[in-house]
């Protein structure tokens, strides 16, 4: 059974960048669509990013439009998500998940396997 991990997290200012990494020990991850999710206290979960097993696309909200990034990295069997212009609005728990046969349209139940999360806080 995959299991992911995630990493990465932690306090960063409004304007800062952070980068998250998702690894799966054991599998090997391209063969697998990725989307990062995040959720803040009393809010839904909510996709920020996705990238296809397929071909590589990449899927973003509006909201993080242009500021996150979303990667992989077959070498060392991770996938990435850089955050840029951090805002406080950001600050959330950002999961990892995987095994989703598409990101068009992308929801959490569309995912099989999930990381346990790691904290983003934005905050000067």
């Known amino acids: 059974q995959v299991h992911l991990v995630e990493s990465g997290g932690g306090l960063v200012q409004p304007g800062g960048s952070l980068r998250l990494s998702c690894t799966a020990p054991g599998f090997t991850l391209n063969h697998f669509t990725v989307a990062w999710f995040r959720q803040a206290p009393g809010k839904e979960r909510e996709g920020v990013s996705c990238?296809?097993?397929?071909?590589?696309?990449?899927y973003y909200p509006d909201s993080v439009k242009g500021r996150f990034t979303i990667s992989r990295d077959d070498a060392s069997n991770k996938v990435y998500l850089q955050m840029n212009s951090l805002k406080p609005e950001d600050t959330a728990v950002y999961y990892c998940?995987?095994?989703?046969?598409?990101?068009?349209?992308?929801?959490?139940?569309?995912?099989?396997?999930w990381g346990e999360g790691t904290q983003v806080t934005v905050s000067s």
């Open positions: 998940a995987a095994d989703s046969p598409t990101c068009i349209n992308y929801v959490p139940a569309d995912f099989e396997t």
């Open positions: 990238i296809s097993s397929r071909d590589g696309s990449t």
